[in-house]
């Protein structure tokens, strides 16, 4: 029985974040330690994970890659995001594909740490957008960094 704790100790403790879904979103029964998903009703997906980071990047190298990952993608920021996440300064954008804020916006959010990023995502349309974006806002700025 000990050693089965011990396990248990051992494996949750390897956590980085604890999220939690936004409010009217669902949580998937399949997520795991380095990843969160939930998804709204009519469809707008919401996921946290953690990356390791061998080189302990900086936030100007995540900011930077983000830029030009979605740029060469072409992708436009429609918005820069400031939010604290578990009381840490993070990276965030919202971006349109080609312009076309209509269609669908991508949020991503990074908070570098040292052998690892915790990055929260959604995506959507325009005006599911316009209808949960203070509830994802919340959400990401309520992930618990262990």
Same mark, same amino acid.
């Given at each position: 029985?000990?050693?089965?704790?011990?396990?248990? !100790?051992?494996?949750?403790?390897?956590?980085?974040?604890?999220?939690?879904? &936004?409010?009217?979103?669902?949580?998937?029964?399949?997520? $795991?330690?380095?990843?969160f998903r939930a998804i709204s &009703?009519?469809?707008?997906?919401?996921?946290?994970?953690?990356?390791?980071?061998?080189?302990?990047?900086?936030?100007?190298?995540?900011?930077?890659?983000? !830029? !030009?990952?979605?740029? /060469?993608? /072409?992708?436009?920021?429609?918005? $820069?995001?400031?939010?604290?996440?578990?009381?840490? &300064?993070?990276?965030g954008y919202l971006f349109s594909?080609?312009?076309?804020?209509?269609?669908?916006?991508?949020?991503?959010?990074?908070?570098?740490?040292?052998k690892k990023v915790i990055v929260?995502?959604? $995506?959507?349309?325009?005006?599911?957008?316009?209808?949960?974006?203070?509830?994802?806002?919340?959400?990401?700025?309520?992930?618990?960094? /262990?």
């Open positions: 029985m000990k050693y089965i704790v011990l396990c248990f !100790l051992f494996l949750t403790s390897c956590a980085t974040f604890h999220a939690v879904k &936004p409010d009217g979103f669902a949580e998937y029964t399949d997520n $795991t330690k380095t990843e &009703p009519d469809g707008m997906l919401y996921r946290v994970t953690e990356y390791e980071q061998e080189s302990q990047a900086t936030a100007e190298f995540w900011r930077g890659a983000f !830029l !030009l990952k979605m740029k /060469n993608a /072409n992708y436009k920021v429609e918005d $820069t995001l400031n939010i604290q996440v578990g009381g840490k &300064p993070s990276i594909y080609a312009g076309n804020v209509e269609e669908s916006l991508y949020m991503v959010v990074a908070v570098p740490l040292k929260a995502e959604a $995506t959507g349309t325009a005006e599911q957008w316009q209808i949960r974006k203070s509830d994802v806002v919340k959400a990401v700025s309520e992930i618990d960094l /262990n």
